[in-house]
């Protein structure tokens, strides 16, 4: 037995650190191969990133957006989940060091995902909001219900203007979703909410560096997302770049500045870096390990790194895949298959991405998809974008869940999670941010 209470198997021993699209498919692909799967990872259960947003804005529990890992790979005998935080990983012993425990592997996969990335501005870090995990997304959602509650027991006008001012830094696809869901609160929940609290003054306010929202999406998509922004009364900011906030004035690179007590940081990730593994040789320059065409890390032949942490150079993608769910889950699958042809001693082989396209909704009937032969936008990229993202959920219950909650929410015009679980006080927010960070 291992300090995990791991036994010890006559098959090779993966290790794979995060459970995330990347880390899952992966682990899907070898539960009925001849290795001993160990999984890692600091939460008991997968988080489907792309509807954090709806949790954020009342639109969906968290529950219903997570996944228990154990159930994922239940009764592959040769698959054990050891709920562990991983502190460093010693490539020359081949042992993984965390807060349980060490672990000894024959092959490692760090399949660690992102965090966000605030660029060093400490201010936005603590003041900000972030919106990676499930306690973040509760959290956005206590602070946005909390302004309103404060917002109606102030007579000054300023102030109030200030906690029903949100200013949403990042026009790609988390920006733009989030800012299309207030909007839809704004125009049909706050009214009937807030009867007494003049709710048309509340702005909603997303700011791009850029020329354009949705960068990476055609020029079409970006275009009509910011129609769709504008009829919906958010205020859409070009070419403009947030510089500091001090938890009430957000002040940029331009004269513009908004008074606002609630900024959601959407701007940027990093991938997670882990000790052993930060050496300058191994890394890109965004961070990301970088691999060759079969998930390998540079230099080391047993350690493999997929998804948002990893960085494989190809000629159509000179920086890497995108950070997004269809790399990490190709990638998790095309590993899977190279691991055993590896174990059986036969050549690997390279990884080829398959573009599907990308897609990100407005609101209400309003979707923009971009696939790699069509382009459309409005209600029937609206229907495909809500298909796609059952499909992709884990678990039969929580597509049930969601599609039921979609289904209602259309017809009633509700978001009816808008919960204050656990409130999120402004004066602790710096010590609370941190805490939830994970
Ligand atoms: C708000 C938001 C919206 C998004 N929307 C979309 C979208 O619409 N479409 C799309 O394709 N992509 C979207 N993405 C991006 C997508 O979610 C990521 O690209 C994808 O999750 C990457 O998968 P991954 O397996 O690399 O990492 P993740 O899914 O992030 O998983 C990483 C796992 O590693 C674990 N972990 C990290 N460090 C450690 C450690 N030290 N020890 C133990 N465990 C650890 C984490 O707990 C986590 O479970 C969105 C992301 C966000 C934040």
Redesign the pocket.
């Known amino acids: 037995m291992s300090s995990m209470n791991i036994p010890q198997s006559s098959y090779p021993r993966v290790v794979i650190?995060?459970?995330?699209?990347?880390?899952i498919a992966l682990a899907k692909k070898l539960s009925k191969k001849e290795a001993q799967v160990v999984l890692?990872?600091?939460?008991n259960y997968?988080?489907f990133?792309?509807l954090?947003?709806q949790v954020s804005t009342g639109g969906l529990e968290p529950d219903s957006i997570a996944y228990p890992i154990r159930k994922v790979l239940q009764g592959y005998p040769n698959f054990f989940f050891r709920l562990?935080?991983?502190k460093e990983v010693k490539t020359d012993t081949k042992r993984i060091k965390t807060n349980i425990g060490e672990i000894f592997y024959d092959y490692l996969v760090v399949?660690?995902?992102?965090e966000t990335n605030f660029f060093g501005n400490k201010n936005i870090k603590a003041k900000g909001m972030a919106?990676?995990t499930i306690p973040q997304s509760l959290n956005l959602r206590s602070l946005i219900l909390e302004n309103f509650e404060q917002a109606l027991l102030t007579d000054d006008l300023h102030e109030r203007d200030a906690l029903m001012n949100f200013v949403i830094v990042g026009g790609g696809?988390?920006g733009v979703e989030l800012a299309g869901a207030l909007a839809e609160i704004k125009k049909g929940i706050l009214p009937k909410d807030y009867p007494d609290l003049d709710t048309r003054r509340a702005q909603i306010n997303l700011v791009q560096g850029g020329d354009r929202i949705l960068p990476a999406m055609s020029e079409k998509a970006s275009e009509k997302a910011e129609k769709f922004l504008e009829e919906l009364g958010v205020n859409v900011w070009k070419n403009i770049r947030v510089t500091d906030y001090d938890g009430k004035k957000v002040t940029t690179n331009t004269k513009t500045i908004f008074e606002a007590e609630t900024l959601v940081w959407a701007a940027g990730v990093k991938a997670?870096g882990?000790k052993g593994l930060d050496v300058r040789e191994l890394l890109s320059r965004d961070n990301r390990l970088k691999v060759n065409e079969f998930h390998q890390i540079v230099g080391l032949e047993d350690v493999f790194a997929?998804?948002?942490?990893a960085q494989m150079v190809t000629e159509e993608f000179p920086h890497g895949h995108p950070?997004?769910?269809?790399p990490?889950i190709q990638q998790g699958r095309n590993l899977g298959d190279n691991l055993v042809l590896l174990m059986d001693g036969k050549p690997m082989k390279p990884f080829v991405y398959k573009d599907k396209g990308s897609m990100a909704t407005v609101g209400r009937n309003k979707a923009v998809v971009d696939l790699p032969k069509f382009r459309f936008q409005g209600v029937f990229a609206w229907f495909v974008w809500m298909f796609v993202h059952l499909y992709f959920l884990i678990g039969f219950r929580n597509r049930v869940v969601v599609f039921i909650n979609w289904v209602y929410n259309y017809i009633r015009f509700d978001r009816e999670a808008r919960l204050i679980i656990r409130p999120f006080k402004k004066q602790n927010k710096v010590e609370k941010n941190t805490l939830m960070q994970d």
């Open positions: 650190i995060g459970g995330g699209f990347g880390g890692l990872d600091k939460h997968h988080n990133q792309p954090l947003y562990a935080q991983v399949a660690t995902g992102s919106m990676k696809p988390t997670v882990l997929i998804g948002d942490v950070m997004m769910a269809q990490a």
